[in-house]
């Protein structure tokens, strides 16, 4: 699959690129400064202030574009972190409510139970990811809102591309690893890959796509197999690429291409690892990363 095949799961990039080139760059700079910033006591009339428009209008024309006001497009962003941090982190509730910007643990659970109907104890029960439903259904929430009841993560998947293909034996270098936190897997990675190479992987067993905190996984490059400590035998899969800056369009992806596998009649091989390959990783200072799924199939003859 070439670069160019890679859709695009990011919700902000279609709401604003069709706007003028003014405005877009006023909410470019807006979902920026609420994602990246989460955790401060933001006040959105300041965040208008420093996009350089009144805070009425922006406050008018960002519940336009996006589908819900400031307040509550920043209420998600922390929202969506404090899920992350319960399902993958050990930390006390309280410090995960700090550093998301809630105010306290009771602040935040409030917002888990008005905004997803659950306790911080049943988010960490749910990504043991023993109920995929349930984390279906979290994701589902805390994705972009649309008029239809799903996220604009998940419609647009409906624009993903899917491949069968057939690889030869690679060969990995990898360091083994627990608990797929994001922060930690890039750590782990720039620790481990020489300097010249931007192209990572995570490979890891079926069990750990379903209960990815109990289940180890390998995260490393690509290298000659005088240099590998890990290898994959040939095999066939079906693959997607996509682009993406969040957990809600990445739990979509995956979604997407389960819903493939079935729709094409297509046996899974449980035997084989799935694979990830995460392109242009020194380049993820800009949030956005380029990942290729690969599901392992069997291919009758």
């Known amino acids: 699959m070439t670069k160019k095949d890679a859709t695009i799961l990011i919700p902000e990039s279609q709401l604003i690129d069709d706007l003028a080139p003014h405005w877009k760059k006023r909410f470019v700079k807006a979902t920026q400064i609420m994602q990246d910033r989460f955790s401060e006591n933001l006040n959105w009339n300041d965040i208008a202030d420093e996009c350089a428009i009144s805070p009425s209008h922006f406050h008018y024309m960002f519940k336009l574009v996006f589908g819900e006001s400031p307040v509550k497009y920043l209420r998600r962003m922390r929202l969506k972190q404090a899920v992350y941090s319960l399902s993958l982190e ?123 905190v109990s289940q180890p996984f390998h995260v490393g490059y690509e290298c000659p197999a005088h240099s590998a400590n890990k290898s994959l035998p040939a095999s066939h899969y079906l693959c997607t690429k996509v682009r993406i800056d969040s957990g809600t369009a990445y739990a979509a992806a995956w979604d997407a291409l389960y819903s493939h596998l079935l729709e094409q009649d297509l046996e899974a091989d449980y035997e084989a690892e799935v694979m990830e390959l995460m392109s242009n990783l020194r380049d993820y200072e800009s949030r956005e990363m380029e990942v290729t799924l690969y599901l392992p199939v069997i291919v009758k003859d």
């Open 90 to 212: 050990k930390k006390a509730v309280t410090d995960i409510a700090l550093e998301t910007g809630f105010s306290s643990s009771q602040a935040l659970a409030k917002a888990l139970k008005r905004d997803l109907g659950l306790s911080a104890s049943e988010i960490r029960r749910s990504n043991q990811l023993k109920d995929a439903e349930l984390w279906d259904q979290i994701m589902l929430k805390l994705g972009q809102p649309t008029e239809n009841e799903t996220s604009l993560e998940k419609a647009m998947c409906k624009n993903m591309q899917f491949e069968l293909v057939s690889l030869p034996e690679r060969h990995y270098f990898t360091s083994k690893q627990q608990g797929h936190k994001l922060e930690k897997i890039f750590e782990i990675w720039f620790q481990i890959t020489p300097k010249d190479i931007s192209h990572g992987v995570s490979i890891y067993q079926w069990d750990a796509a379903i209960s990815p």
